[in-house]
């Protein structure tokens, strides 16, 4: 658990997470001024009472978020790989598995933290400006956001993957990107395919929970076992090509 902390302590220190991370909350401020002065100034009807914690994180969902997950993941790997300090953290007397995995969870406490920032701040705005609403909605907000994070966990161990494989952060970013159209085009030519499609399951991972979901979850499990064992084979290889030149 020691460890753990270190990772999230780096996490902290780097300044490009820092603006990310504020960057986020800032989009996030301005989306519900919006959203105010175009209810109660100009009599807008944009959402139904509650629907903007859901609305706002489908916003993020859209393009912010998921590129959020996949740069911070990439630059926590990709950073310690060019700068070397990977290697002195291979010498330490932990499992190497145990390493990899460390890393991979700090990241994902981080998305976890700005989503539960996220859930909170909406349903407190929501609160002032709509009053209140049913507890049935509270309890599919929190299904839609942690939803979210389980597409968003796939994408972090995708990237740490491609960061391992590319030992680049950039050609991570670019080939993840080429790699999302060229599943989408594949999920199009073969619509057989589309439910386990991971396109369609970061599109549409509000729809884990429900009746017809099922299918699109254990995808999702079974995308995250075979990741995160490519991952921890690819670290394992790193290992022993430092160790190699040793």
């Not at 499992?95 to 909170?120: E, F, H």
């Not at 395919?193 to 299918?215: D, H, K, L, W």
Request: proline fraction near 2%.
């Amino acid at each position: 658990m020691k460890l753990l902390k270190i990772e999230i302590v780096k996490l902290y220190k780097r300044k490009n997470i820092k603006v990310l991370a504020a960057f986020y909350m800032a989009m996030m401020i301005a989306m519900s001024l919006f959203y105010l002065i175009a209810e109660k100034r100009f009599g807008l009807t944009l959402y139904t009472e509650g629907q903007f914690i859901t609305s706002s994180l489908s916003l993020v969902m859209a393009g912010l978020m998921p590129l959020l997950a996949l740069y911070v993941a990439s630059v926590t790997l990709g950073s310690e790989m060019s700068g070397g300090t990977l290697k002195n953290m291979l010498l330490l007397p932990i499992k190497r598995g145990q390493l990899y995995l460390y890393k991979i969870v700090a990241v994902l406490i981080l998305i976890a933290g700005l989503l539960a920032l996220q859930w909170l701040y909406s349903l407190i705005f929501s609160l002032l400006v709509d009053g209140a609403f049913s507890f049935t909605f509270l309890l599919k907000s929190v299904g839609e956001y942690i939803e979210a994070f389980l597409v968003l966990g796939l994408i972090v161990n995708l990237s740490s993957v491609l960061t391992l494989a590319s030992k680049s952060t950039g050609i991570t970013i670019f080939s993840s990107y080429l790699l999302y159209v060229v599943l989408g085009f594949a999920g199009i030519y073969f619509p057989t395919f589309a439910n386990v499609n991971p396109t369609t399951i970061i599109r549409e991972y509000g729809y884990f929970f429900s009746s017809g979901g099922g299918i699109q979850l254990l995808s999702t499990f079974a995308y995250y076992i075979i990741i995160v064992m490519t991952g921890l084979l690819l670290f394992d290889k790193k290992e022993e090509e430092i160790c190699l030149y040793e």
